[in-house]
């Protein structure tokens, strides 16, 4: 342990990131002059000025990031703070991805601290966002290591990979978005008495009388229909997604209304029409041709819409649920999928929400309707016990070397899913996706047959089965999170074999007599 050494981070291409402080020192310099001249905040080159002074300073921010680390612990500086932490206040590092590699947004991983008081720090540096930062990378983080092993006192010289999918991952995200959606559920289901009042009244005006207090803007006024002539001035039509308008000749009964696409589609310049206003709305536009009413939300929709803004709350707290469920589970190993409770929702959402659309305000009102939301619960608890089997938490166990050895005496090929997750000579370029048993020895495969076509042996006979395991982070996010893990011994080359539980022990057991 002599030859370790002191680890130094700084940003990689840091030209990029001057050229931005170059960028931003000319916005503000442009802010300054623009501000001095025109003596005024609303003014289109001063707003660029600025924005490209708050760009500057975010890039000085990024280029002047120091991280180092020596006998006496890790020190980071960034543009506006310097810290220190002792090796002896560290536990163990980690690695953090962001977000996981796919064809469009590259992986991004970078390294945190776990404190023995139980707080977790994340490093600015070092980072690793491209391909080519992946040795660099490593190499900064196993040297980080051997500091830490040397100088302090790591609970573990595993360092664990944190994924969106591991047990140590934050929930804060889905609490703070269960919480949102529950509050729009929540004002949603409050407006559904008022929706119900204000539907029943829109449907039981009448005309007003012929001397109600015309132009008083009294109550009853406003609570019966008054009809007004007017004229089409243009017809504004615009895109499905924005509001078309209507206007009207001389600005009577009011310049313009806003309607929808079809509405401005059916009516013409000079066309006559008669326009409905009720409590000081216009709720209706009819001419020779064409009428358009006001949407008026029933109550049915407002309920529909609570109730769907609380179901759609269930995949966070799914969430929130699996993670208190696994909060014994190692960080790095990866949860359960909570695709099972969107059945659950899925079900549910089935029978609640025609439930809640046709009887929005009681939905007991009849033995018809109580006997469709007892079944229905029914249902969704039965889909809950599944779904709560579903995501259970299943130990790993290695394959019992009793019963039938070599081929389990099967005649027929059969093709399992599973991979490894390390090129060998037998995996070339990560190829396979399916090993086939039976009528010969086990092979890898790119198909899931029949036939042995571009299939490649597993010698058997270099493997040893050292561990079978579960998911972690470091494993990838291309393999499913209800596999396991086998890890084998492959003439001194450790390899992964990852498939489903059941598969995989059938994997190893024909594997092991040959490997002794």
């Given at each position: 342990m002599n030859d370790v050494r002191d680890v130094f981070c700084r940003p990689r291409r840091r030209l990029p990131w001057w050229f931005l402080v170059g960028l931003g020192a000319a916005g503000a310099s442009l802010a300054a002059v623009r501000g001095a001249y025109r003596g005024t905040f609303l003014d289109a080159w001063l707003s660029i000025g600025v924005l490209l002074a708050l760009v500057g300073v975010l890039a000085l921010g990024m280029v002047t990031t120091r991280v180092s680390a020596d006998a006496y612990g890790v020190h980071s500086r960034t543009l506006l703070r310097r810290r220190s932490v002792p090796w002896g206040d560290i536990t163990g590092l980690r690695i953090l991805l962001k977000h996981e590699s796919s064809h469009r947004i590259p992986e991004v991983r970078r390294v945190g601290l776990v404190l023995r008081n139980?707080?977790?720090?994340?490093?600015?540096?070092?980072?690793?966002?491209?391909?080519?930062?992946?040795?660099?990378?490593?190499?900064?983080?196993?040297?980080?290591?051997?500091?830490?092993?040397?100088?302090?006192?790591?609970?573990?010289?595993?360092?664990?990979?944190?994924?969106?999918?591991?047990?140590?991952?934050?929930?804060?995200?889905?609490?703070?978005?269960?919480?949102?959606?529950?509050?729009?559920?929540?004002?949603?289901?409050?407006?559904?008495?008022?929706?119900?009042?204000?539907?029943?009244?829109?449907?039981?005006?009448?005309?007003?009388?012929?001397?109600?207090?015309?132009?008083?803007?009294?109550?009853?006024?406003?609570?019966?229909?008054?009809?007004?002539?007017?004229?089409?001035a243009k017809a504004e039509v615009r895109r499905p997604k924005q509001s078309s308008w209507l206007y009207f000749a001389d600005g009577h009964p009011l310049e313009r209304l806003a309607v929808s696409r079809e509405g401005a589609q059916g009516f013409r310049p000079g066309d006559s029409v008669e326009v409905t206003?009720?409590?000081?709305?216009?709720?209706?536009?009819?001419?020779?041709?064409?009428?358009?009413?006001?949407?008026?939300?029933?109550?049915?929709?407002?309920?529909?819409?609570?109730?769907?803004?609380?179901?759609t709350a269930g995949y966070p707290a799914a969430r929130v649920l699996l993670r208190l469920r696994g909060r014994r589970l190692p960080d790095d190993e990866v949860l359960p999928s909570a695709l099972p409770f969107v059945g659950v929702l899925v079900g549910t959402a089935l029978w609640l929400l025609p439930l809640c659309y046709r009887h929005p305000?009681?939905?007991?009102?009849?033995?018809?309707?109580?006997?469709?939301?007892?079944?229905?619960?029914?249902?969704?608890?039965?889909?809950?016990?599944?779904?709560?089997?579903?995501?259970?938490?299943?130990?790993?166990?290695?394959a019992e070397s009793t019963g039938k050895p070599g081929r389990a005496g099967a005649a027929d090929e059969v093709f399992v899913a599973a991979r490894f997750l390390e090129q060998t000579d037998y995996n070339p370029h990560f190829f396979g996706t399916h090993i086939v048993l039976g009528d010969g020895p086990p092979a890898v495969t790119p198909h899931s047959g029949p036939g042995r076509f571009a299939a490649k042996p597993i010698p058997v006979e270099r493997l040893t089965v050292k561990n079978v395991r579960r998911l972690r982070g470091s494993d990838g996010d291309t393999v499913p999170g209800g596999w396991h893990i086998a890890e084998l011994d492959d003439a001194g080359s450790p390899v992964r074999l990852a498939?489903?539980?059941?598969?995989?022990?059938r994997i190893i057991r024909e594997l092991r007599p040959a490997a002794g």
């Open positions: 139980g707080r977790r720090r994340l490093l600015p540096l070092p980072q690793c966002g491209l391909p080519d930062d992946r040795a660099e990378f490593d190499a900064k983080v196993d040297a980080l290591h051997a500091l830490h092993v040397r100088h302090g006192a790591p609970d573990s010289s595993h360092i664990p990979v944190i994924s969106r999918r591991t047990a140590g991952r934050s929930v804060s995200w889905a609490l703070i978005l269960c919480a949102l959606l529950l509050a729009g559920a929540g004002a949603a289901a409050w407006a559904v008495p008022d929706s119900t009042s204000y539907a029943r009244a829109w449907q039981s005006a009448v005309p007003c009388a012929a001397g109600a207090g015309a132009g008083t803007g009294t109550t009853e006024r406003r609570d019966c229909l008054t009809t007004v002539p007017a004229v089409i206003i009720w409590r000081d709305r216009v709720m209706k536009v009819a001419g020779a041709h064409h009428v358009w009413r006001e949407h008026v939300s029933a109550a049915g929709e407002m309920a529909v819409l609570a109730a769907a803004l609380a179901l305000t009681d939905p007991f009102t009849s033995p018809a309707t109580t006997a469709w939301a007892a079944a229905g619960s029914a249902a969704t608890l039965g889909l809950s016990v599944l779904a709560w089997r579903a995501t259970r938490v299943r130990t790993p166990r290695a498939a489903a539980p059941a598969d995989l022990t």
